[in-house]
């Protein structure tokens, strides 16, 4: 026969009173999700089966995880051409680990060529490690006049410095011009004050036998 004790705490207690107590209305609501969530993908197994395919289960959604979009700059792969790479005997195995060539340090994955890489960037492992749901969000109407109207501005904006551009180099080549003019006159000068009445080196010309000065 079990009777009420005083602990410590001077609080009666019972010989089972250590035992986990549980929330049974918590826990039945929690059955009865399952239950529904269990309905639902054994119909979608019946209709994927009715129809030939294979069902897949779909993966949970972290909550934080966002729309997939488009890469904002290139990809630099050109920077490591003609560069040299000490990488540790073991430190990678196949492609897992850093190692010689392109590293994603989101998936830790090592790939010998610029093609693989982007391939894996676009890939589904990729996306998930990176937090992107895989999905492209459609823009609205509104957004893509948005869009049109800025890619616009900006092309405007480019014709702007191109114009600019060009008279700068109009103005640098007048510069160059006017340079070797000026550098041709001098060496004119130099010229002819080498000689003594200051009318410069007279030239020779050969007519039939005779020579005319």
Same mark, same amino acid.
């Given at each position: 026969m079990s009777?009420?004790?005083?602990?410590?705490?001077?609080?009666?207690?019972?010989? /089972?009173?250590?035992?986990?107590?549980?929330? /049974?209305a918590e826990y039945a609501e929690k059955g009865a999700?399952?239950?529904?969530? !269990?309905?639902?993908?054994?119909k979608a197994r019946y209709e994927a089966k009715l129809a030939g395919k294979k069902y897949h289960r779909r993966a949970s959604t972290?909550? !934080?995880?966002r729309e997939t979009e488009a890469r904002k700059?290139?990809?630099d792969v050109g920077s490591m051409v003609g560069k040299t790479m000490l990488v540790p005997a073991g430190a990678s195995i196949g492609k897992r680990g850093r190692g010689a060539g392109f590293y994603c340090e989101a998936c830790d994955l090592t790939f010998k060529d610029n093609l693989q890489l982007v391939e894996h960037y676009n890939s589904k492992q990729h996306?998930?490690?990176?937090?992107?749901?895989?999905k492209v969000r459609i823009a609205t109407v509104e957004e893509v006049r948005e869009r049109l109207k800025w890619l616009k501005r900006k092309r405007d904006e480019e014709k702007k410095d191109e114009v600019i551009n060009l008279e700068e180099r109009l =103005?640098?080549?007048r510069e160059k011009e006017d340079a070797e003019r000026e550098e041709k006159r001098r060496k004119r000068n130099e010229k002819r004050r080498k /000689?003594?009445?200051?009318?410069?080196?007279?030239?020779?010309?050969? =007519?039939? !036998?005779?020579i005319i000065c």
């Amino acid at each position: 026969m079990s009777g009420s004790k005083k602990n410590a705490y001077d609080t009666k207690q019972h010989d /089972t009173s250590f035992r986990r107590t549980w929330d /049974t209305a918590e826990y039945a609501e929690k059955g009865a999700a399952r239950d529904a969530r !269990d309905r639902e993908e054994a119909k979608a197994r019946y209709e994927a089966k009715l129809a030939g395919k294979k069902y897949h289960r779909r993966a949970s959604t972290p909550p !934080d995880v966002r729309e997939t979009e488009a890469r904002k700059q290139r990809l630099d792969v050109g920077s490591m051409v003609g560069k040299t790479m000490l990488v540790p005997a073991g430190a990678s195995i196949g492609k897992r680990g850093r190692g010689a060539g392109f590293y994603c340090e989101a998936c830790d994955l090592t790939f010998k060529d610029n093609l693989q890489l982007v391939e894996h960037y676009n890939s589904k492992q990729h996306q998930l490690a990176v937090g992107e749901s895989g999905k492209v969000r459609i823009a609205t109407v509104e957004e893509v006049r948005e869009r049109l109207k800025w890619l616009k501005r900006k092309r405007d904006e480019e014709k702007k410095d191109e114009v600019i551009n060009l008279e700068e180099r109009l =103005e640098v080549a007048r510069e160059k011009e006017d340079a070797e003019r000026e550098e041709k006159r001098r060496k004119r000068n130099e010229k002819r004050r080498k /000689t003594k009445n200051g009318e410069g080196v007279q030239g020779i010309q050969y =007519e039939n !036998d005779g020579i005319i000065c």
